[in-house]
Antibody, heavy 127, light 110 residues
Framework: QMQLQESGPGLVKASETLSLTCTVL??????????WGWIRQAPGKGLEWLGD???????QDNASLKSRVTVSVDTSKNQIHLKMTSVTVADTAVYYC???????????????????WGQGTLVTVSS | QSVLTQAPSASGTPGQWVTISCSGS????????ISWYQQLPGTAPKLLIY???QRPSGVPDRFSASKSGTSASLAISGLQSEDEADYYC???????????FGGGTKLTVL
């Protein structure tokens, strides 16, 4: 049974860089059928996609975050990393590591979905 | 403001059938399948429905979903107290590009 385990500082100061690690247990990141990524949820709010990465290094990220987000992968450690620069109190949230199958497309449409989630880690940004 | 639109709340009594709706636009609903996620209080979201209407192994068949045009709905039959949770719809939006979510519907079992 695979698990995603987030780790990192629970408190970050405003204007600094938030760094989180997701360790993948029970599966290899090198398995080519998946993207690995990050989603966050501010307290009492909905879900916001931050970005994801394919093991070969292909990344996609949320343009609304204005390039503050970098998702990277360390296949030797089976880990995914998240860096978010210039954080503000608005970045206070639970950060989830996720897995999704590579999109499959047919004539009638495409499909992908978030089939694995970590338990999440709360990051508080202090002013 | 979420790209996909969901009613903020829904409710039902045990045993009832309830539906939760989700609406979007052509850039997301037009070509990409919808997935639904259940978030029990204090826990991470969990995949409930994928490919518009498919249930992962382990999800009870009380949960079903459908999609038509730019609308989708999640149906729960035989409502149980343990179904009390937040429910999110999601899909890929080509215009961004990226994942988009509904704002979530909080389901209360009365």
């Amino acid at each position: 049974q695979m698990q995603l385990q987030e780790s990192g500082p629970g408190l970050v100061k405003a204007s600094e860089t938030l760094s989180l690690t997701c360790t993948v247990l029970g599966a290899s990141i090198r398995y080519s059928e998946y993207y690995w990524g990050w989603i966050r949820q501010a307290p009492g709010k909905g879900l916001e996609w931050l970005g994801d990465i394919y093991y070969a290094g292909i990344t996609q990220d949320n343009a609304s975050l204005k390039s503050r987000v970098t998702v990277s992968v360390d296949t030797s450690k089976n880990q995914i990393h998240l860096k978010m620069t210039s954080v503000t109190v608005a970045d206070t949230a639970v950060y989830y590591c996720t897995r999704r199958p590579v999109q499959k497309c047919t004539g009638s449409g495409c499909t992908t979905y978030l089939d694995q989630w970590g338990q999440g880690t709360l990051v508080t940004v202090s002013s | 403001q979420s790209v996909l639109t969901q009613a903020p709340s829904a409710s039902g009594t045990p045993g009832q059938w309830v539906t939760i709706s989700c609406s979007g636009s052509g850039s997301n609903f037009g070509f990409y399948a919808i997935s639904w996620y259940q978030q029990l209080p204090g826990t991470a979201p969990k995949l409930l429905i994928y490919n518009d209407n498919q249930r992962p192994s382990g999800v009870p068949d009380r949960f079903s979903a459908s999609k038509s045009g730019t609308s989708a709905s999640l149906a729960i039959s035989g409502l149980q107290s343990e179904d009390e949770a937040d429910y999110y719809c999601a899909t890929w939006d080509d215009s961004l590009p990226g994942w988009v979510f509904g704002g979530g519907t909080k389901l209360t079992v009365l």
